[in-house]
């Protein structure tokens, strides 16, 4: 799979991210959620498949919840290197802000009755536009589905299937991230406050003066 659209985004002499390339799959599929804030905060939810991670961006982060059916945005295939990265991208640079890992491990890609399937099946459902795969990571377990939409190609649903790791209680990935992350939203949110507040004085004492005399 091509990683051209990847690198085109990216300037690699100013961005920590890994260049990466096209990579042979190993014994068992990875897959990796990663915590991104930038200019919104999202969950970057990657599949390995085909040499590179399948990827698709989910403002609201994975659920345990069958109830929740999540918009996934597919984005640009990344490199397999990238499910290692964290740190943050600098200002300016395409994804700009913070990442962090939020879960990781393996997955099995499986039909409609939860067995194991090919790579070759699994390719031909993932262009057909519905995938169901078994996850084994620290917080994403058991049977997931991404089922893309009519509206256009590139928006999906992140559905989880009832099984023994299913929950009916509201699920919010926030509540499962670090406290390093944490912080860097809440400082992010603290600037973003201080810098309201100063365009509203300067407003202010901007419209005070015309009023003078």
Do not use: C
Not at 63 to 90: C, W
Not at 169 to 187: H, I, N
């Amino acid at each position: 799979m091509s990683l051209a659209k990847y690198k085109e985004k990216r300037n690699f002499e100013q961005t920590p991210e890994p260049e990466g390339k096209t990579e042979k799959a190993g014994s068992e599929l990875s897959f990796v959620v990663q915590r991104h804030h930038a200019s919104r905060l999202h969950y970057d939810f990657r599949l390995e498949f085909d040499g590179a991670l399948k990827s698709w961006a989910i403002p609201k982060g994975p659920s345990l919840n069958p109830a929740d059916k999540r918009l996934a945005m597919q984005v640009e295939d990344h490199p397999i290197s990238y499910a290692t990265f964290e740190g943050t991208i600098p200002k300016g640079n395409y994804g700009a802000g913070n990442v962090t890992v939020w879960d990781h491990g393996t997955y099995e890609p499986i039909d409609e009755k939860g067995k194991v399937i090919t790579a070759a099946a699994f390719r031909k459902m993932l262009e057909g536009g519905s995938i169901k795969f078994r996850m084994k990571g620290r917080k994403l377990k058991g049977d997931f589905a991404l089922v893309r939409l009519k509206t256009d190609d590139k928006s999906w649903l992140l559905i989880k299937h009832r099984d023994k790791y299913a929950t009916d209680e509201p699920y919010d990935s926030e509540d499962f991230a670090t406290k390093a992350a944490l912080v860097y939203t809440e400082g992010r949110a603290v600037k973003t406050a201080a810098k309201k507040a100063a365009s509203k004085k300067t407003v202010a004492t901007k419209t005070a003066v015309k009023k003078k005399p």
